[in-house]
């Protein structure tokens, strides 16, 4: 009999069981990489920049030749040229001799600075007046400067973000080798469900738990592979999730997590594999499943909307990462809380809150309602925990929000 998990013992034994998948990478071009994750370490193969850069309009020259000026006694140099923005400049600059350039110029040859257009003066016939000093390597980017050849830009496992796609392409990486998304099968359970799309008769309701973990699993770089409703009848529930172990890499199970008669999920899990979590100390989210089976996940969600929302965010979107190669890292933010929020049941309580921008910080809002109404969560922007061992949080203490987005 396997006793009750608190949340933090559950997602240790998800880092403890599940690795990486064993599957070859794939290549997908640089307009697709934005949230794939990175099957390989990307190395550098070449500088970049290319060259000495300006970065800013001006005048490139050597340090030295303006040392001492200042408006009251300008450095005089002769302007020989200007640099062309995307060529190569065909001149030097010589001694007490410059060459105007624009910001991303190339600097030319002889020269190692550039003094900014608003420190020099132009006296007419080429003779360019410099009223304050600059000294070698001053507003220049050099080759190399942002990665060398054999530099490491990208670590295997990192989920891309729109700032590694720009890295990628100024490396000239346009096909990049992925992870394959995952495949999530997903299974709606219980009697009384009826698709979305479908009118409920007397004593149904909608599904609202396979969207929602769908449009989670979206959110996550996932791809999420709908299995349907089963009636709550062990045999069909079995036959469906040998079904989803044969083409997904995960399965979720939503409902029939609990002890009652008809909640078969559990004994689905142990009749194919073994079962790994039955329960943990949470509200909403007691009756969360961890199962495994032929070597893959099988994750029972409560039936409840709200608590199928926290405990796939809590432990699904680990589990992923987990199965991906990569390190999760949970995005938050302190808020002071506007309201006292009570708990007294002896298990972890989430509380679902809205956030609000005042004049004094940051502020969540907490979001009241029972774990079988989604719409109250509708428009949250996260949720926060409050401890087993504490008997709730009052107005004004900060709390560590997680964030849907």
């Known amino acids: 009999m396997l006793t009750v998990m608190t949340p933090e013992e559950l997602l240790t034994r998800i880092a403890n069981i599940f690795g990486p998948l064993d599957r ?19 190395l550098a193969e070449e500088y970049v920049p290319g060259f000495d850069r300006s970065t800013v309009d001006g005048y490139a020259l050597r340090g030295a030749d303006t040392f001492g000026c200042s408006e009251s006694i300008p450095a005089l140099l002769t302007c020989t040229g200007a640099v062309e923005m995307g060529k190569e400049p065909a001149f030097a600059v010589g001694p007490y001799e410059c060459a105007a350039i624009p910001t991303g110029g190339a600097l030319p040859e002889g020269a190692d600075a550039v003094q900014m257009v608003e420190h020099t003066e132009d006296y007419g ?12 390597g001053a507003n220049l980017i050099f080759k190399g400067d942002d990665v060398k050849p054999g530099d490491l830009v990208l670590r295997k496992g990192r989920r891309l973000e729109p700032q590694d796609v720009g890295a990628l392409a100024a490396l000239g990486v346009t096909q990049v080798p992925v992870v394959p998304k995952l495949r999530v ?11 979305p799309e479908q009118d409920p008769g007397p004593g149904q309701v909608r599904d ?27 045999e069909l529930l079995k036959k469906a999730v040998e079904g989803a172990l044969e083409k997904c890499d995960c399965v979720v199970l939503s409902g029939g997590s609990s002890v009652g008669e008809k909640d078969a999920a559990c004994r689905v899990m142990a009749a194919l594999g073994d079962v790994l979590c039955h329960g ?39 589990l992923l990462a987990r199965l991906e190669g990569r390190t999760w890292v949970e995005r938050t933010v302190s808020a002071r809380l506007a309201q006292t929020v009570p708990a007294n049941h002896g298990r972890a309580q989430y509380t679902g809150v809205t956030l609000e921008e005042k004049p004094d910080g940051l502020w969540a809002v907490p979001i009241w309602g029972k774990s079988g109404l989604i719409t109250t969560l509708a428009g949250a922007d996260g949720f926060f925990c409050v401890p087993r061992d504490r008997e709730g949080i009052p107005a ?10």
Not at 26 to 42: H, K, P, S, Y
Not at 125 to 136: D, F, R
């Open 24 to 42: 070859p990478p794939e290549t997908v071009g640089l307009d697709c990489a934005l949230g794939r994750v990175l099957a390989q370490d990307i």
């Open 125 to 136: 016939g080429g003779e360019i007046g410099i009223v304050k000093s600059v000294p070698p």
């Open 185 to 195: 099968g997903l299974i709606s359970t219980g009697d009384e469900l009826v698709p």
């Open 208 to 234: 609202v738990n396979g969207p929602l973990v769908a449009a989670l699993l979206a959110q996550a770089g996932a791809e999420a592979v709908p299995l349907g409703i089963v009636p709550d009848r062990e």
């Open 280 to 318: 943990v100390a949470m509200k909403p989210g007691k009756p969360t499943l961890l199962g495994k089976a032929e070597g893959k996940p099988i994750l029972g969600l409560p039936g409840h909307p709200v608590a199928a929302l926290f405990t796939a965010k809590l432990f699904l979107i680990p």
């Open 396 to 405: 004004g203490e900060s709390v560590e929000v997680s964030l849907f987005g």
